[in-house]
């Protein structure tokens, strides 16, 4: 048995599988140094991330699982979550020990899990998708402040890139302090250069009400059924965590 | 900020809400040439304080009409105030709307004024204004009028992505009583055109692959429900009768709003019949995802759908000769008649199973209703039983437990005001 510790990249993940079967060690649980706790009994690997040896693992794992399901697995590290990472690990390294059968049983606790991560991640990005609310500045740039529970904003770029194809935008991730901005020709990356004070993206001038804004607020007062009142189911669908960048919500605030 | 705009938008939206329709999956429209928009994804962008989805900018085109339907609040002998947009107006909020990620696209329904074929002729100019001049591709619900031309319908066909026209009330006798300027077979004729149309586009592209699209997410309709004295079975058998002959992707059930004073039905200030709604929604459910007939699940002798417990318990109930169901033996299509057995769960099981038999606490983390599961199914440890359970205990057993976990209890999804 021993403790993996990984950088938290996607990279150092798999990094970790390759070194898990290099070393051809028995059992080990992977950590961050975040999460790590010293035990005097358990020997410690460190995983020095490695991309050659990650995408060997990658290209592995799809060919495989497949490309769909291996995006779904990726899907599952975007949770950030050191637990989700550890079912994650240990889910890589079944599926090189069985065969890609072992991603259907469900009776398998790591693969139950990742299914469950990968269910709210996807989630989260269906609900990005749904509650982006662009601001038209006087630029002409559409812009939205969002603050998903998961690094989602990689998992709508291709949504957005689509739909919106003839309007400069920019997507800004408040919570990680980064961005997707579309020129018309591309999507890149951006992020402030101070990510404590946003000195190149400041996040107050991302909103930007116009007569639009009053007309959605007028139309989703009106669109609504009084008789029909169920706040609870409301609540269920847009939770409050959420109001402060949807204009419709945010004066119940 | 046009202030006539924004009365405009509160009056014609207020009357279109009660349209339920809300759909806006079902059709693969791409964005072509880097213009705006596109189909599928089916997203619901924010949600009333009622719970209900808001997925496409749904309004009227007018609340003016010429028809007096005793159900409606537009009906032309009510007192309310009355607006009318222009085919700018519709196009720019739609446009501006989208640009904003606030909605799906546009869901678009109208009074009747001057005529039927007057009324249809403008709502087309928007549709088309939308695709041919903006270069919009988002989703499009078209209403269609009844008693329009049928070439104004099979044009706008071209356009929409979905169509549909109300049957309003389940029955040829209720509709009669409450809107005698309508009929079912103006629905049908309308639907019939409309699906034969569909065919016809669908033999072309079997030759020509680039034919262009004809109403890509098909026709729906809406019943109203609990506005006349229908039963449940004659709600359920019309929805069936229409999506086998339409090829309908969805019936909606719509628990009837008092709105006008009528002592033909209920008061002003009554409770919708939210349960009622919910327990029609199930059935339909039931019908189109998990193999059930509309005959098993209402019968002369059941006519109303239990109110206290769902319609797939509910039948379980009264079969109890399909019980148990072995989990680990039985085929998909039986596991999915478990009470408390999903679409997602029963998958799982076929899938898991073929590693060894399932036990219970297996089962238990599949995402199952287990509580609901257990007096229905056998898996690896079940209990032996000396004799089977009397439904009516099993059924009294589940309502208490649902009374214990107020969370679930339907009762509390009602407004105490």
């Keep these: 048995m021993y403790n993996y510790l990984f950088d938290g990249s996607f990279e150092g993940l798999l990094t970790a599988v390759y070194d898990y079967f290099a070393l051809r060690h028995q059992q080990a649980i992977l950590q961050t140094d975040a999460t790590f706790h010293t035990d005097l009994f358990t020997p410690t690997h460190r995983v020095i991330t490695n991309e050659a040896n990650a995408e060997r693992v990658w290209e592995g794992l799809q060919k495989k699982v497949g490309r769909s399901k291996s995006y779904g697995l990726f899907t599952v590290y975007l949770s950030e979550d050191p637990i989700a990472h550890r079912h994650l690990f240990n889910y890589i390294v079944l599926v090189f020990q069985k065969g890609a059968e072992v991603t259907f049983d469900y009776r398998h606790d790591d693969v139950l899990q990742v299914e469950n991560f990968a269910k709210k991640v996807n989630r989260e990005r269906h609900r990005m998708k749904a509650f982006v609310r662009f601001s038209s500045t006087p630029t002409g740039l559409y812009t939205a402040v969002v603050k998903p529970d998961f690094n989602i904003l990689p998992l709508i770029k291709d949504h957005f890139q689509n739909r919106y194809a003839d309007q400069p935008w920019l997507i800004f991730d408040v919570k990680r302090h980064y961005g997707l901005y579309y020129d018309l020709e591309k999507v890149d990356t951006v992020m402030p250069s101070n990510p404590s004070n946003h000195s190149d993206i400041n996040v107050g001038e991302l909103f930007n009400d116009d007569e639009y804004t009053t007309y959605w607020k007028t139309y989703f007062k009106n669109t609504n059924i009084s008789a029909r009142k169920n706040l609870k189911l409301h609540r269920q669908h847009v939770p409050r965590r959420y109001w402060k960048y949807l204009p419709e919500k945010a004066d119940s605030l | ?417």
């Design chain 2, 1 to 417: 900020m046009n202030d006539r705009v924004v009365e405009k938008l509160a009056i014609l939206a207020d009357a279109a809400k009660y349209d339920v329709s809300c759909a806006s999956s079902g059709s693969k429209r791409k964005n072509t040439n880097k213009g705006l928009g596109n189909t599928g994804a089916g997203i619901c962008h924010s949600y009333t304080e009622d719970g209900r989805c808001v997925s496409l900018l749904k309004i009227l085109l007018t609340n003016y009409c010429i028809y007096d339907c005793a159900f409606c609040i537009s009906r032309k002998s009510n007192d309310v105030k009355r607006a009318a947009f222009t085919v700018e107006e519709v196009v720019s909020l739609t446009i501006n709307f989208y640009r904003r990620n606030y909605i799906e696209g546009l869901f678009l329904s109208s009074g009747i004024f001057k005529n039927a074929d007057y009324t249809m002729e403008r709502m087309l100019r928007i549709v088309k204004k939308l695709r041919l001049e903006e270069n919009f591709n988002g989703y499009i619900h078209l209403k269609t009028i009844p008693g329009a031309s049928e070439e104004l319908i099979t044009e706008a066909g071209l356009y929409a992505d979905r169509m549909s026209i109300n049957l309003e009330l389940p029955t040829e006798e209720g509709l009669k009583s409450l809107a005698p300027e309508k009929s079912h077979e103006d629905v049908k004729r309308e639907l019939g055109w409309v699906r034969a149309k569909t065919l016809e586009f669908a033999d072309e592209r079997k030759v020509i692959k680039r034919a262009p699209a004809f109403v890509p997410a098909g026709q729906s309709t809406q019943i109203v429900v609990g506005a006349t004295p229908e039963t449940d079975l004659d709600i359920l058998y019309t929805a069936h009768t229409y999506y086998q002959n339409y090829a309908l992707k969805r019936v909606y059930y719509s628990g009837y709003i008092p709105v006008n004073e009528d002592s033909r039905m209920p008061a002003l200030g009554s409770n919708p019949p939210i349960i009622r709604e919910n327990r029609l929604y199930q059935s339909d459910w039931l019908i189109r995802f998990y193999g059930f007939d509309v005959k098993e699940l209402v019968t002369p002798t059941f006519p109303n759908l239990d109110t206290a417990i769902d319609p797939k318990l509910s039948w379980a109930l009264r079969n109890p000769h399909f019980f148990p169901v072995d989990v680990n033996t039985a085929p998909y299509e039986a596991i999915l008649r478990v009470p408390g057995i999903g679409l997602r769960s029963a998958k799982k099981i076929i899938s898991a199973r073929r590693f060894g038999k399932l036990h219970s606490w297996q089962l238990n983390k599949l995402g199952l209703a287990f509580n609901r599961a257990q007096y229905f199914m056998r898996y690896a440890d079940s209990p032996i039983q000396l004799g089977e359970k009397d439904p009516q205990v099993i059924r009294e057993v589940i309502l208490d437990g649902q009374r214990k976990n107020k969370n679930n209890f339907p009762s509390l999804q009602l407004s105490l005001f």
